[in-house]
């Protein structure tokens, strides 16, 4: 399966953390997705939801997404 067949719903809504070279970087994270937008609609954010839950699920299989 193609990557952004997995977040093609909530692609655009998707805010991250900063990496070590930009501003508001925390020490803790390293880039990475932080979350969805808060005026993300409610399709996407159902979607980000059940991406993560297979991201959970999957992670305790061993597979990586």
């Not at 909530?10 to 991250?16: G, I, P, T, V």
């Not at 390293?30 to 839950?53: H, L, N, Q, T, V």
Request: glycine share 10%.
């Amino acid at each position: 399966m193609e990557v952004y067949e997995n977040v093609k719903d909530f692609w655009k809504y998707l805010e991250y953390y900063p990496d070590e070279d930009e501003p508001g970087f925390d020490g803790v994270h390293y880039g990475g997705i932080k979350g969805i937008a808060e005026d993300a609609p409610e399709a996407a954010r159902k979607a980000f939801e059940e991406y993560r839950e297979r991201q959970i699920e999957f992670a305790k299989q061993g597979i990586k997404i």
